[in-house]
């Protein structure tokens, strides 16, 4: 690699060949050759461009690197143009690897690989600046919406090059938005994306996201969470019984209701009738004791919220009571129970007469106590 106090060395050293190839006939217009190759580089802004230049069959010839204004980067090894971000990677008779740091979009253009046969022989490696956008930014019409009615977002990428590529998400739902490219004065471009749709209370708390597509990021993306406001969702449940209602027995019915927001009253009807006196209602419950056919009918439960009421019905049957078949008395077992005792020869004998045995061959058992 060449220090600075080379640059001039090599500056003549260069005009020398030139010369020396003019002679030689070089001056005739440079020929693409697939001899010569090289590939086209994308970078982000403020990192690292990589051009090489490679030969597949090098005659000794010299190669050299030229940038968009044609001027020499890189002649051989040594580095004739005074800018350190240029730095030699690897050079030999098949290649010259050049990096570039700190790109910035004034280095953007067609940087030319040139090797000095006769004529000269040339291959382009274009470099693309990419300028990522700045973060996107989500805008929404309605803070707060109501199920049924449609609504607008728009998101926008700002200050990319190239121009970004917006796609929009409900939950997991691909929405179709809208996009409009406009080119800046500094020649970025700003993206704005516009999708409108319509919402219901299963959205309530689901993201809508803006995905950003840019070769510069990867997974760039903004979210908003929907608040959907929605009437009553109303259902009676039977607490007790859990099987048929019959008369003599008692009812207990709760009323689930659920809105947004939450519904703070909640009443009880009894359809084409009113709800039985002795019925007592308690917040979303209901309880009558000791049913009879005359509280038949269909009891409603009705909960209200801003955005509207709803109701849910519960259709009171009393069935009989259940009967009970007396057991006959024919069936009727009685159980006598005859206690029976006897007395042992060996007692009786004692009231007659004493006996003759010593006392230590008596045995006593306890069914004689």
């Known amino acids: ?36 190759v090289t ?7 403020g990192e690292t461009a990589i051009i090489s230049c490679r030969v597949k069959n090098n005659d000794d010839s010299v190669i050299q690197l030229l940038n968009p204004n044609r001027q020499t980067i890189y002649f051989r090894d040594m580095r004739p143009l005074k800018d350190a971000r240029f730095q030699l990677v690897n050079f030999s008779e098949n290649e010259l690897r050049v990096s570039l740091s700190n790109v910035s979009l004034s280095d953007e253009g067609r940087y030319v690989c040139q090797l000095y046969t006769d004529p000269p022989q040339e291959a382009y490696a274009d470099i693309t600046v990419l300028i990522p956008p700045g973060n996107p930014i989500i805008e929404a019409k309605d803070e707060v919406l109501s199920e ?39 020649k970025m471009y700003t993206v ?11 959205d309530d708390g689901v993201p809508v996201i803006c995905i950003v597509d840019h070769p510069a990021v990867k997974d ?10 929605y009437k009553p969702e109303v259902k009676i449940v039977v ?14 019915l709760m009323c689930h209701a659920k809105g947004k927001p939450q519904p703070q009253r909640i009443n009880w009807y009894k359809v084409d009738d009113e709800v039985p006196t002795h019925a007592v209602i308690t917040g979303s419950d209901l309880y009558i004791e000791n049913l009879n056919k005359s509280y038949n009918g269909t009891y409603r439960c009705v909960a209200s919220n801003p955005l509207g009421e709803s109701y849910d019905d519960y259709v009171l049957y009393v069935y009989d009571a259940p009967t009970t078949t007396p ?12 206690i029976t005792t006897s007395t042992s020869n060996f007692e009786a004998n004692q009231d007659t007469a004493p006996s003759t045995e010593p006392a230590a061959h008596v045995e006593k058992f306890p069914s004689w106590k």
């Open 1 to 36: 690699m060449a220090n600075a106090g080379s640059g001039s060395l090599a500056t003549i050293l260069f005009l020398f060949i030139s010369q020396a190839a003019l002679h030689k006939g070089a001056a005739q217009d440079p020929v693409v050759s697939q001899n010569l």
């Open 39 to 45: 590939d086209n580089v994308a970078v982000v802004e």
């Open 148 to 186: 049924g009615n449609e609504t607008e977002m728009t998101c926008t990428a700002m200050s990319s090059k190239p121009a970004a590529t917006i796609r929009w998400m409900k939950g997991d739902k691909e929405l179709t938005g809208k996009p409009k490219v406009e080119l800046t004065y500094d």
């Open 192 to 202: 704005t994306s516009r999708v409108a749709f319509a919402v219901s209370k299963e």
């Open 220 to 229: 760039f993306r903004a979210r908003r969470f929907l608040e959907v406001q």
């Open 239 to 252: 607490e007790f019984p859990q099987g048929l209602t019959r008369e003599g027995e008692n009812l207990e």
């Open 327 to 338: 057991i006959p008395t024919s069936a009727i077992i009685t159980t006598t129970t005859i």
